[in-house]
């Protein structure tokens, strides 16, 4: 069995939004056109608190892009983005929302990140992710969403490192491209960990 899942559709990475990725709108139509094509799919929401450690605005002295060590893991610090309940972290409103069977959250402990759609970035809690897929009896997942080089890359390591046979469709996926070549990278990152690439 397959799924498909949706990394991070949310209005504040689609252009206009707080972290906005460019063409990030453009997964949309990409991800309605496959889910018809799964028998289940997953939409992961990045869901911060107000008070997040990763935004920037919760370190005065730094700026947006800096790296810090935040509880000894390096931290890009962001623009505030994705709050609960605002309207940035609603899935994106052309998204086909009924085809949607589950939605998981992530990155709602105020102190630590987590850009894998099944654990935070020090691999301390999982989401409840990677359960949902056995119990369904999922082996195979693919991917759509953003960001290419941040949500989508370490979910799809994080699916590989499970045991799921795990594929990043490139059409449906754009990335923050926060230094030139980041998404070629992440891409190469993901085929030598033995995503395909399709
Ligand atoms: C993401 C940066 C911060 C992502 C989420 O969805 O790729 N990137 N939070
Ligand atoms: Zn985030």
Redesign the pocket.
Known sequence: MKALLL??I?ND?LPGGA?A?NEGDLVVPVANRLMGQFPLTVA?Q?W?PVNHR?FASQHPQRNIGEVIDLDGLQQ?L?PD??VQGSHGAKLAPGLNLQGIDHVIQK?TDVEI???SGFFDNDHRKSTGLGTLLRDQGVQEVHLV??????????TALDAVSLGFETSVILEGIR??ELTSGDCARAVDEMLSAGVEVI
């Not at 969403?145 to 370490?154: Q, S």
């Open positions: 990394i991070d949310q990475f972290l990725v992961t990045d911060h990763s890009v962001w983005h994705c990155g990140d987590s850009y969403g953003l960001a290419t080089d941040y949500c989508v890359k370490f990335g923050v």
